[in-house]
């Protein structure tokens, strides 16, 4: 039997992947119904941009696929599958800002780059722990 501890753990994993999860589909439907207020609340400009806008949109629905497909999920081996997905689309987000930070301001990298790399830490956690047992 395995001690409260080691329980609890695991618990507090998938609790904070379902958090996760909620919080990427609530971010979608707001980058969706909003592109614009979405990327001036990030610091990415302001104004009409239709091409920045699709982008948006497409980040959404990247969020909320991402976010259902793992509280959708009706096993665990559905559930490691999205973490995994998860985790390389957030570990690409970080290499992305790497990438562009000369053209943003440092606050407006720091803080995309702080929420990629928690949501990929967390994944990393996931997955770890579905590998290692």
């Excluded at 941009?49 to 969020?63: S, T």
């Amino acid at each position: 039997m395995a001690d409260a501890k080691e329980t609890d753990g695991r618990d507090r994993l998938d609790d904070m992947m379902t958090n996760l999860a909620r919080g990427r589909v609530a971010l979608g439907l707001a980058a969706l119904a909003a592109p614009g207020l979405t990327v001036k609340a990030m610091g990415m400009g302001g104004g009409a941009d239709p091409g920045r806008d699709y982008m948006v949109r497409a980040f959404a629905a990247r969020e909320i696929a991402l976010g259902a497909g793992y509280l959708l999920s009706g096993d665990d081996s559905g559930r490691r599958l999205w973490a995994r997905l998860g985790l390389a689309v957030d570990s690409l987000d970080l290499m992305s800002g790497a990438k562009t930070r000369p053209g943003l301001p440092l606050w407006v990298t720091a803080g995309a780059m702080g929420v990629a790399g928690g949501a990929a830490a967390l994944g990393a956690a996931k997955v770890a722990r579905d590998i290692m047992g």
